[in-house]
């Protein structure tokens, strides 16, 4: 089993949609990361949490640490939102990252 | 722009050649890794240099070779692979091995006839 889970891992929009990606994982951690990326494969960080929200532009991320839970909403969706979106975590002890599979998002004009 | 840049971007390479995958880092971080990632499966780490030391590998086969020259390089010398070694591969680096945020590069495409 995945130290952590998203979903969906698939998700088709229309464009102004708000979308939410979710993040489940099983470890302590020190920090939380939503990644971005696009097609051409080069991955782009947007956001590293450890605790509460945070906003930039469209995208908001926000972290429940007791129930291991964090959330990531784009408001008024474009179609240049179209990626794959990873949450990773660094977990309290040691030093390997852990990775969900990613959620694929697609929004449509 | 995530100041790590890998080259080549793309290889297609026959099982019996040898080739060679290499990422450079303009951030001045300490630590650098391998990643692999196959379709619908999470990231998976292959090795870990910190201050030009190998500390992690994490069973790789012996056909993929790392070399980490200095701490701004880092190579992934690739020889008799297998079919299903064709992965994006993707270099990070982080300021130091204890790091929280690691900073990838654009990946190299692989694909093994």
């Known amino acids: 089993k995945n130290e952590v889970e998203q979903s969906p891992q698939n998700l088709t929009a229309q464009e102004g949609e708000f979308i939410t990606i979710n993040c489940s994982y099983s470890?302590?951690?020190?920090?939380l990361h939503w990644l971005q990326q696009h097609p051409g494969g080069g991955i782009v960080s947007l956001f590293m949490?450890?605790?509460g929200k945070k906003k930039h532009g469209r995208l908001i991320a926000t972290i429940n640490i007791q129930e291991k839970h964090s959330s990531l909403h784009i408001t008024a969706s474009h179609p240049r939102d179209s990626a794959v979106y990873i949450c990773?975590?660094?977990?309290?002890?040691?030093?390997?990252?852990?990775f969900g599979t990613g959620t694929s998002l697609t929004v449509i004009p | 722009e995530t100041g790590v840049t890998q080259t080549p971007r793309h290889l297609v390479m026959g099982m019996t050649n040898k080739k060679s995958l290499k990422c450079e880092q303009h951030?001045?971080?300490?630590?650098m890794y391998w990643y692999k990632q196959s379709a619908k499966k999470p990231l998976e780490l292959m090795f870990v240099?910190?201050?030009?030391?190998?500390?992690e590998n994490n069973s790789v086969p012996s056909r993929f070779s790392p070399e980490c020259p200095n701490s701004s390089h880092l190579f992934l010398h690739l020889h008799t692979l297998q079919p299903e070694d064709s992965a994006l591969y993707l270099c990070?680096?982080?300021?130091?091995?204890?790091?929280?945020?690691?900073?990838f590069g654009e990946g190299s495409r692989l694909t093994v006839l």
């Open positions: 990070a680096s982080s300021q130091d091995y204890s790091g929280r945020e690691l900073f």
């Open positions: 470890v302590g951690i020190s920090a």
């Open positions: 949490l450890s605790s």
């Open positions: 990773a975590v660094h977990p309290n002890t040691g030093n390997q990252f852990y």
């Open positions: 951030l001045g971080h300490n630590a």
């Open positions: 240099y910190s201050l030009e030391e190998r500390v």
